[in-house]
């Protein structure tokens, strides 16, 4: 059986109101949509919609907090802390992002850390977003290897890692930005999930 085929807006729409009928506010509910719309159409349905599923569930079970507001404060000349107050961590990365970026335009350099967040989607669309912007951007998941603790490190057998994903932007010699994003395991669970829903 084939998968349907939507118009990113149509998608956008549909995701967007789920998510407000499972209780996260229209403000998050737009970022998320978006966020995993354009994963779909980057070519990583790892981190698009077969996602939609696990941040309602977690909404539901009060994993994160659907309403919450990350709280962004400037600490140093250049530096970021970032609360994402346990709500979905795409918002807490989409707004440290863009702070990040307004606070590079001024500094020249800026770092965020973020923290009390939780699924950050496709962390490649952060360094995308910055090197859009003309800036380099290096970006480095982790925590949550209490809650998330399913990577084997090299050499082991037990799994005690979360996926610690890390990201590379840079603007390219035209509109195109060169973006690298990887996952520490060999077999990144979004794939497993979308291998899995097709049948693999």
Request: hydrophobic share 45%; charged share 20%.
């Amino acid at each position: 059986m084939s998968s349907p085929v939507l118009q990113p807006t149509s998608l956008i729409n549909f995701i967007k109101d789920a998510l407000v009928a499972g209780g996260f506010s229209l403000a998050n509910s737009e970022i998320v949509a978006a966020h995993l719309v354009d994963a779909e159409m980057k070519g990583v349905p790892s981190h698009g919609v077969n996602r939609l599923g696990l941040y309602l569930g977690e909404a539901q079970r009060d994993v994160i907090d659907p309403k919450a507001e990350p709280i962004v404060d400037k600490i140093k000349s250049s530096l970021l802390r970032v609360n994402g107050s346990r709500g979905i961590g795409i918002v807490a990365m989409k707004k440290a992002t863009d702070a990040a970026i307004e606070l590079a335009k001024v500094e020249g350099i800026a770092a965020a850390g973020i923290t009390e967040c939780g699924h950050t989607g496709r962390m490649g669309a952060y360094a995308e977003q910055a090197a859009n912007a003309g800036f380099l951007a290096v970006s480095f998941g982790g925590g949550g290897r209490k809650l998330w603790g399913n990577v084997v490190p090299f050499g082991g057998k037990d799994p005690v890692m979360s996926t610690n994903p890390y990201t590379l932007g840079m603007p390219g010699l035209t509109d195109d930005p060169v973006v690298c994003d990887f996952a520490i395991s060999n077999w990144p669970a979004g794939k497993v999930a979308v291998a899995r829903a097709n049948g693999h």
